[in-house]
C-alpha cells in the first residue's frame, strides 16, 4: 500500500480524531503486583488541579477529541485520590466543555479501596469502572500482592461485592498468567460463581518494568489456544450472554468483515495519554511511562507549554510515527492476520522486539492469530451443528 493510502493523522491534523484520553491522577499504586509494568508506582505524587485546567484547555480546544471520548483515569491506583478531588476534577473538565463532547469517566481499579461513598460517587456522576481480579483466590493472590507480599483476593472481592449490592455495572481484567492457563475450568467457574458477564483476558506480557513473563518459557501459544478454546465452549454451552473482549469483536469481523479495522494503539491521536505532570504522549498508553535505551521517553510535549495540535512537528514524534507506520506497512505486506488487528501494538513491537518498525510479536500470537484461530473453529462448529 503505497503511504498516500494510510492515514493522513500521521503527517497533519484534519478530523477529530480521540476517542480515548488516558489521564494518571498519580503514579502511586496501594498494591504491588509482581508482574506491573509501571516504573514508578511508589511515588506518591499526584494531578495538581491546575495542571488537570491545562490539560482540559488542551483537549477542548484542540479539536481532536470525537463527539463520544472516554476518559480513563489510570497508571497507578485512581482511587488512592480521594473522591473530593474528581469531584473538582469532573467540573474542571466539564467547564472547558464548550463544544457538547459526550464525556464518560471511567477507572480501572484494583478494587481494593471501594466503599459505599466511592460507589455513591460512581453512580451519581455515570462512572465505568473497571476492575483488575485475575479468578480465583490460588491465582490472583499468586501475582496480585500487596507491598507486604499478602495477596489481595479478599480486599478486592470486598469491592466487587460493594459494587454488585450498589447495581453498579462493570467488567474484569484478568491477567493470564502461565498458571492461569492452565485452569480455564476454574476460571470459567469462578466467573460463573460470581456472576461476572463481562470478561477482559490480557495476557502476562514483558513490558515496561515488568522484564520477564511466566509465558516465556512455555508453549504459550499451545495453552493460550487451549485455555481459549475452553472457555468459549464454556460460554457457548452455559452463558451465550457473557461478553468476552478477546472473541466477541473477532468474531463479529470474521462473520460481517465489512469494516476497515484499525488499531486505536498504532493510530496517531485516536489515544491520548497525560501524566501527573502534564507530558502527553500518543499511540499505546504504556509509552507514556516508559524509558527506553535508544529512544528515551516518548513524550511529545507538556501542556504548560505545548499545543496538541503541535505534536507533529515534534522532532520525536516524527521519527516515531515514522517507524510505527513502517511497520504498519511492513504487517500488511507480510500476516495473513492483518484484517483482523491492523498492524498490532507498538508497545509490544518495541518491548519484544526493540524497534516499532518490525512485525509479529508474542503478543499479537495470542491476542490475535490464537484468538482468530480459535474463533474460527468455533463458527465451523456452529455451522456443523446447525446442518445436523
Known sequence: MPDSAWPRQFDRLEDPACNLVIIQPTPFCNINCRYCYLPDRSNRKHLALETLHNISSALFTSGLLSQRTTVVWHAGEPLVMPISFYESAFDIMESYNFSGIDVTHAFQSNGTLLSRAWCDFIKSR??????????????????????????????????????????????????????????????????????????????????????????????????????????????????????????????????????????????????????????????????????????????????????????????????????????????????????????????????ENGTFDSTETFYCRLRIKAAVDVGLIHLENELQIRKR
Not at 139 to 155: I, W
Not at 221 to 239: K, N
Open 126 to 351: 455515570g462512572v465505568r469502572i473497571g476492575l483488575s481480579l485475575d479468578g480465583p483466590k490460588f491465582l490472583h493472590d499468586a501475582s496480585r500482592v500487596d507491598r507486604l507480599g499478602k495477596g489481595t483476593f479478599e480486599r478486592t472481592m470486598a469491592g466487587l461485592r460493594l459494587l454488585q449490592e450498589h447495581y453498579i455495572r462493570f467488567h474484569i481484567i484478568m491477567v493470564l498468567t502461565q498458571a492461569a492457563l492452565k485452569h480455564p475450568d476454574e476460571v470459567w467457574g469462578f466467573c460463573m460463581q460470581e456472576q461476572l458477564a463481562d470478561l477482559c483476558f490480557n495476557v502476562e506480557e514483558a513490558e515496561g518494568a515488568n522484564l520477564h513473563s511466566s509465558l516465556e518459557h512455555c508453549d504459550a501459544d499451545s495453552l493460550y489456544r487451549a485455555f481459549l478454546s475452553r472457555i468459549v465452549d464454556l460460554r457457548g454451552r452455559f452463558a451465550p450472554n457473557v461478553h468476552i473482549r478477546e472473541i466477541d469483536p473477532l468474531l463479529s469481523n470474521i462473520k460481517f468483515g465489512d469494516r476497515d479495522i484499525r488499531s486505536a494503539e498504532n493510530t496517531p491521536f485516536s489515544i491520548l495519554s497525560f501524566d501527573c505532570d502534564g507530558n502527553f504522549s500518543t499511540f499505546s498508553p504504556e509509552l507514556l511511562t516508559m524509558k527506553h535505551s535508544q529512544l528515551g521517553r516518548f513524550i511529545f510535549g507538556n501542556v504548560r507549554a505545548d499545543s496538541l495540535r503541535n505534536l507533529t512537528n515534534h522532532e520525536h514524534y516524527i521519527r516515531v510515527a515514522a517507524d510505527i507506520r513502517s511497520g504498519i506497512q511492513r504487517c500488511r505486506r507480510e500476516c495473513d492476520y492483518f484484517s483482523m488487528c491492523g498492524g498490532g501494538a507498538p508497545v509490544n513491537k518495541l518491548c
